[in-house]
């Protein structure tokens, strides 16, 4: 019977400690479990998942915190937490801006030069102070279609020498005229008979063309008499030392400049 009284006391004593227990963490930690997910970890791969954006409750500091966070490439998530206990904190979703990609340059089918071959210029075709003996007066233009060479008779036994392209097979000529008209960045206007020569070949040339870098006649031209021929610039200049025209005489841009400024009009010319 005492040892029946006894058990009977301690279990009343282990029941009412426990009921005191329960009854502390009732009043510590209210209705509500303690333990909260963060949305730090749910929030990415929820938005993964399509889910939209939502209000989450949770337990915070005292102070005002602002915290960032971009996950890979997906949408840039800040969170504000407020003070107090099981604030609510709102998921403000950022787009990122999109890149502007700039558009490519396209450029005008007019202006546009010759492809230019792997083909470097022979250092033997480039201006040059040589001996020439002649017996042609100073000023004199004398032009070598063998040698590819155009030559500017400064007396005393010298010239200054250029290179120059000729006229390709079958537009080969030869003969003496004088320098009737000068002009710089000239107007292009095929003769008739070009016109219809390329046009027999698939190409199909305009009427006429205004001067710029990439019209045929290049930076200078200097006519020939009554012919259709002239000393001419190129927008080609890898072609000069090879005969390649339909008979007028090209040079490099910078090299027709210079002869330019250092002929007149009526200045002589000779071709052989």
Not at 11 to 39: C, H, K, M, W
Not at 76 to 98: K, L, N, T, W
Not at 229 to 255: F, K, L, Q
């Amino acid at each position: 019977m005492k040892t029946l009284l006894i058990l009977t006391t301690l279990l009343s004593v282990a029941v009412t400690d426990i009921g005191a227990g329960f009854a502390q963490a009732a009043e510590r930690y209210g209705n509500r479990p303690p333990v909260i997910v963060s949305p730090d970890l749910t929030a990415p791969w929820l938005m993964q998942l399509g889910a939209a954006p939502r209000t989450v409750l949770g337990r915070v500091d005292e102070r005002r915190v602002l915290r960032q966070r971009a996950v890979g490439d997906q949408p840039r998530v800040v969170y504000r937490e407020r003070s107090g206990i099981f604030a609510p904190r709102q998921q403000v979703i950022y787009q990122r801006p999109a890149v502007q990609r700039a558009a490519p340059l396209v450029r005008s089918a007019g202006m546009v030069a010759p492809q230019r071959p792997v083909r470097p210029i022979d250092p033997q075709f480039l201006p040059q102070t040589v001996a020439y003996e002649t017996r042609e007066r100073p000023g004199t233009i004398v032009i070598d279609t063998n040698s590819r060479f155009l030559y500017l008779v400064t007396g005393k036994g010298e010239a200054r020498r250029y290179g120059v392209g000729v006229g390709k097979p079958g537009f080969e000529w030869a003969g003496a005229h004088k320098v009737t008209r000068k002009a710089e960045w000239p107007t292009w206007r095929p003769p008739s008979e070009m016109i219809a020569r390329e046009a027999a070949k698939g190409h199909y040339l305009p009427a006429s063309m205004e001067g710029g870098p990439a019209n045929p006649l290049g930076a200078r031209a200097m006519y020939l008499g009554s012919t259709l021929y002239r000393i001419h610039g190129t927008n080609a200049p890898w072609t000069i030392g090879y005969a390649v025209s339909s008979g007028c005489i090209r040079m490099r841009n910078e090299d027709v400049t210079d002869l330019y400024e250092r002929v007149d009009v009526g200045t002589r010319v000779i071709v052989q």
